[in-house]
């Protein structure tokens, strides 16, 4: 016996003696260090800092989660410049966050990974929101959602990450947000919230090639300008019968699935087809954020307006779990590379801190939490390790 293990004897009918070696609680450590952690960097928005996060797994259901770092971000120390959107480069060297509350201009920075050394920065356009990084090309492409300027078209902007450079500005609809790129990386999706379409960008030709009104009045809408009186007054008319797209999530499946944050409806969109093909109908209130496994299984929305996650089965359309979170107004998420875990991101109220929840997927619950800083929302899973 050795220093790690414990034998344990018992008699049955009192005739026989068994003995068993059972693992001490050093081997039980052991063996939890010895699985697998998951890393991830999530933005806290009004601290202007990147918190590294580490989960690691300990059974169904079950794990353990904490900082292994914040990052201080943003050039101006009496300035909350709100980091919004992150994301990581395919090659795994660097990451990008948006600084959504710039003068005049939001910008992109970019930083090393595992040093977290700033390397530069590029401005864009207002408010600059989610972002995304090509496999093909290594061109970035954000959303300028400008929620502080007119209710105007804005645009999505491609940055070269090498030279670090704004090298087209695509001018889309009204407040774009949810930016996503297609397995090949060659097409773009975004959705604008405040005219109710989703938008196909050509991620070579930085063209629009296409784009798909998601409620009747959405065509209308293109037509009228938004930051009118008219236009004000016809959206407020309209409210309960716009959709309010506020993410977008291409598949390995030619699939598109758009939130609709206003009228409670998940849209399936067929790329070939170019149309609506199923509507996951009366959803918790408020669906914002999305994203779906590798394996095609399962989608897991973030309802904002509900303190709540769903988690649904795509083959069926139906939803399998819906869990309250453990704060209020859920925010993003991610889907770990192996299709086991989907983080997410809480803002919180007030002075309460923002919160990272792991979910398992195999056993549909929570498996753990942790606090990171003030109105958490991107996040972008790094790797497993």
Known sequence: MTKHTATLCFSVFG???LCAVAPSASTEQAREQ????YYAYVCA?????IALVRFRPSGPGQGTMDVVKTIDVGIWPTEIEGPHGIAIHPDGKSWFVSLSHGTPYGSIHKYATGSDEFIDSVPVGLFPATLTVSP???????????????MEPSS???????????IAQVPTGVMPHGSRLDVSGTKHYSVSMMDDHLWEIDGLSFEVARKLPLSEHAAHMATMDMASEAGAAMMKSMKAELAQPT??????????????????VIYEVDVAKWEITRRFENTTAGPYNL????????????????????????????EVANIKTTRTIPHGVVISPDSNYAFVTLEGVGGEPGTVEVYDLATLSRAATVDVGKQAGGLAFWKIQ
């Open 291 to 318: 994203d779906v496994t590798a394996d095609g299984r399962l989608l897991v929305a973030t309802y904002k307006k509900s303190a709540a996650i769903g988690i649904w089965d795509l083959t069926s359309g139906k």
């Open 247 to 264: 993410w977008a999530t291409p598949t390995a499946s030619g699939m598109v699935y758009v939130a609709g944050n206003n009228s409670n």
């Open 45 to 49: 928005e009004s601290d202007d800092t």
């Open 156 to 166: 999505v902007s491609v940055v070269d990450t090498t030279s670090m450079s704004e």
């Open 136 to 150: 093909a090309t290594g061109f970035l492409y954000v959303v300028n959602f400008n929620l502080y300027g007119l």
């Open 34 to 37: 010895a699985r697998p952690a």
């Open 15 to 17: 005739a026989a003696v």
